[in-house]
């Protein structure tokens, strides 16, 4: 809204009932606080991206005085790239517009909006030039953002097994179709697995190395698709990739295994705040 609509909406209330709020509306100080005050009601929340850091030297913080807290900084966020704050500095609490300082674990209650500059004082432990007390100014950014997890691989990876051999492939195909097995294998992937076994895996080599856009003539889909079947079969324990591409085979290689009985411990992609 602009200045002339509140002016306008002033002079109809004053009209219509005469409302107290009209020489509140009346006067320009308290229009320019409205027209903020619904600018930061539209505007997008802010992030420091800063946070206390899990396993803090509390006595450090401690001694250094009231408020300090030793942080971990999130990569891309202003703190970073603009102050200089680094994960195991200590941070002093915030200062938002030469306001009295705010400790980083209530700085996110704030609410504050994209664009606004906030103050970072911290202390750096070490004996390098980089250390001691510092300074710097952050904004405040939108915060990555965090890319959607496949429903398909919030399941357990399975650990690859011994590889299937060729009298096995009736029986590897007849025991991932099982309705029991419908949790993990899709009827895309069924066939997929049924395509690879029948047409490209050979026991005389050491796997087969078809290309995506073969198997995806081959699966009756898109390569794009083709690329999503392979990854889940890969994920289910079903395909193993043995080499990357050479300069004579230009694709990767793989074999047919048995699904695992064990699951595959792998580190989950984190996000820090």
Same mark, same amino acid.
């Given at each position: ?17 005469? *409302?107290?709020?009209?020489a509140? @509306?009346? *006067? ?35 001694? @250094?005085? *009231?408020g !300090? ?20 500095? !200590?941070?002093?609490?915030?200062k938002?517009?030469?306001?009295a ?14 664009g ?7 202390? &750096? ?18 915060? $990555? ?9 919030? @399941? $357990?990876?399975?650990?690859c097994? &011994?590889r ?10 007849a025991?991932?179709s ?5 949790? *993990? ?13 029948l &047409?490209?895996?050979?026991d ?14 081959? !699966? ?9 079947l ?6 289910a324990g ?20 048995? $699904?695992? &009985? ?12």
């Open positions: 809204m602009t200045e002339d609509h509140y002016r306008a909406e002033a002079q109809r209330r004053t009209k219509i009932s005469g *409302d107290p709020l009209t509140l @509306l009346d *006067d320009p100080k308290n229009i320019d606080a409205a027209i903020e005050q619904e600018r930061l009601g539209k505007a997008p929340l802010g992030w420091l991206g800063v946070a206390v850091l899990a396993r803090a030297n509390w006595q450090m913080s401690l001694a @250094l005085g *009231d !300090f807290r030793q942080v971990e900084v999130h990569l891309k966020s202003s703190a970073y790239r603009h102050a200089g704050l680094r994960t195991g500095d !200590f941070l002093k609490p915030v938002v517009n030469g306001a300082g705010v400790p980083v674990e209530e700085f996110d209650s704030l609410a504050l909006p994209c606004t500059k906030v103050i970072l004082e911290y202390y &750096r432990h070490g004996t390098g030039r980089a250390s001691g007390w510092l300074i710097g100014e952050a904004t405040l950014t939108r915060p $990555p953002r965090v890319p959607a997890v496949p429903e398909w691989k919030q @399941l $357990p990876q399975v650990a097994g &011994r299937v051999q060729k009298k096995d492939r009736s029986k590897f195909i025991t991932i099982k309705p029991s097995q419908r949790r *993990d294998f899709t009827p895309a992937m069924v066939r997929a697995v049924t395509v690879l076994a &047409r490209f895996d050979n005389e080599h050491e796997g087969f190395w078809p290309s995506y856009a073969t198997m995806a003539r081959e !699966f009756g889909c898109s390569r794009r698709h083709a690329v999503t392979i990854a889940r079969l890969r994920w079903v395909i193993k990739v043995v080499e990357g591409p050479t300069a004579q085979r230009p694709s990767n290689l793989h074999q047919l295994t048995w $699904p695992g &009985r064990g699951q595959v411990a792998l580190p989950r992609r984190t996000y820090r705040v």
